[in-house]
């Protein structure tokens, strides 16, 4: 269950079972310090996984006022407070509410990552409860499940059955290259997947 509590700022944080989504102290600090530590966005466009109380959204949007953000949750319930506290981000912030990840991969924004090289971070401070389902969002997201890798390189020609083996929960290029290896594909497709090989040892 979701509710909300002022701090001594007067500013909302919500609460998850009893538990903040954002500093209580000082949550516009929290949020700044989490943005300064991201660096450089390598897209315009920003996937952050967890809206919260929404002082990391606000953060990230005062600091590069051109990039696009989408924000991914599974609670509707901190929509309306986050647009009553930051209503000058109404025009700037997308929010997508999934209930599971295949709402998420149903979604046009599992697309558009993809399409878009979207930037995809996390803000874990702010999951409560949903840490597991963030989880699989933000693993999802990146590339590192085998439906995802499937999604992402179908055209590759890939044994994807040959990746539904592996045991880790995030796959990384080292877990994909030996079945890019037994795959039928074109020897250039595969020397993409080794040079990536090369570039992550």
């Given at each position: ?8 700022e007067?500013?909302?944080?919500s609460?998850?079972?009893g538990?903040?989504?954002a ?10 310090k ?21 002082f990391h959204?606000s953060a ?16 509707e ?5 986050f647009r009553?506290?930051?209503?000058e981000l109404?025009?700037r ?5 999934a209930?599971n990840v295949?709402d998420l ?6 697309a558009d990552v ?6 995809v ?10 840490v597991?389902?963030?989880s699989?969002?933000?693993a ?5 499940t085998t439906?995802s890798?499937?999604?992402?390189f ?6 994807m059955k040959?990746l ?6 995030l ?11 037994a795959s039928v ?7 993409i997947?080794?040079a ?6």
């Amino acid at each position: 269950m979701i509710t909300f509590s002022e701090n001594h700022e007067s500013s909302l944080i919500s609460f998850e079972e009893g538990q903040a989504l954002a500093s209580l102290r000082d949550p516009r600090g929290e949020a700044l310090k989490w943005v300064y530590s991201l660096g450089a966005f390598p897209s315009n466009h920003v996937v952050i996984v967890g809206l919260g109380s929404g002082f990391h959204i606000s953060a990230l949007a005062d600091l590069d006022p051109t990039v696009q953000i989408t924000v991914v949750d599974s609670r509707e319930s901190l929509i309306p407070v986050f647009r009553s506290q930051f209503p000058e981000l109404e025009g700037r912030v997308n929010i997508l509410i999934a209930e599971n990840v295949q709402d998420l991969m149903k979604s046009d924004l599992y697309a558009d990552v993809v399409r878009d090289r979207a930037y995809v971070i996390s803000f874990r401070e702010c999951w409560g409860s949903q840490v597991n389902l963030y989880s699989e969002f933000f693993a999802h997201l990146t590339g590192r499940t085998t439906e995802s890798v499937k999604f992402h390189f179908a055209e590759f020609g890939i044994n994807m059955k040959a990746l539904y083996f592996q045991s880790n929960n995030l796959l990384s290029i080292k877990d994909v290259l030996p079945v890019v290896e037994a795959s039928v594909m074109p020897e250039n497709k595969k020397q993409i997947f080794r040079a990536l090989g090369e570039l992550v040892k």
